[in-house]
């Protein structure tokens, strides 16, 4: 069993269903591999922690993450394409927010076109609404880690650390909002090429996905069809 408290956090984001526990496994896996693989393809990324984790310990020689998600899609264009007063904006903005019910919600009820604006919503929308949970109808935290209710799931200063390690990686990484297929597609005659394929729970009786995700319907016929034509992991 993985003790989660040790492996190293890189996403701002807390997903459900995270993969944290996963990457020990994701890192033997990627180390199996006689030479070092081209690229490590993530076409759902969400929280993108297998990718990440990839990128910032050099186990591949570049990291392709993909994401639909219009809000999700904001926070990792900002760091990885963003310019540098973008990511500096965002920091600041997260690490001088005064959360308050208020606050929150006049955050969360704006519209904005800003990319980085975007971002920093759904950051706090991600950290604030239950579970993590980004679809429409999640309610905010209540009594959160020990009664500490909004505040329980804020770490200013802790993401906006993670934000800055990760733009400091930004050259290992290319991101695309975008459908997840359409990510897979271009690697898929290189023998050296890993792919994460981690799609939202769709396939079960009680669809998951449904409740956790806005994106949440997959052809997953055409995702088996489509992986089983890769040449890669």
């Known amino acids: 069993a993985t003790n989660v408290a040790q492996v190293q956090q890189l996403s701002p984001f807390r997903y459900p269903g995270g993969k944290t526990w996963l990457v020990p496994e994701v890192r033997k896996w990627l180390m199996s591999s006689k030479r070092t693989p081209s690229v490590f393809v993530e076409p759902f990324a969400g929280g993108a922690m297998a990718g990440?984790?990839?990128?910032?310990?050099?186990?591949?020689?570049?990291?392709?993450?993909?994401?639909?998600?219009?809000?999700?899609?904001?926070?990792?264009?900002?760091?990885?394409h963003g310019s540098d007063a973008d990511v500096r904006w965002l920091c600041k903005r997260i690490t001088s927010f005064e959360v308050t019910l208020d606050n929150v919600r006049e955050v969360l009820e704006a519209n904005t076109k800003s990319v980085k604006v975007k971002a920093f919503r759904t950051i706090v929308k991600n950290?604030?609404?239950?579970?993590?949970?980004?679809?429409?109808?999640?309610?905010?935290?209540?009594?959160?880690e020990a009664g500490r209710g909004l505040h329980s799931r804020w770490y200013p200063e802790t993401l906006a650390k993670r934000i800055e390690v990760l733009r400091s990686i930004q050259e290992r990484i290319t991101f695309t909002h975008g459908d997840a297929f359409d990510a897979v597609r271009p690697f898929a005659k290189d023998p050296n090429a890993f792919f994460f394929v981690d799609p939202p729970y769709t396939a079960g009786g009680k669809k998951a996905g449904s409740r956790l995700y806005t994106y949440n319907e997959i052809d997953h016929e055409g995702l088996f069809a489509l992986m089983a034509k890769v040449r890669g992991s």
Do not use: N, P
């Not at 950290?127 to 009594?143: C, E, P, S, T, Y």
């Open 127 to 144: 950290r604030m609404q239950r579970g993590g949970i980004m679809a429409a109808g999640a309610g905010l935290v209540k009594a959160g």
């Open 52 to 80: 990440l984790t990839a990128a910032a310990e050099g186990l591949a020689e570049h990291v392709h993450l993909c994401e639909l998600d219009d809000d999700v899609a904001a926070v990792w264009s900002t760091i990885f």
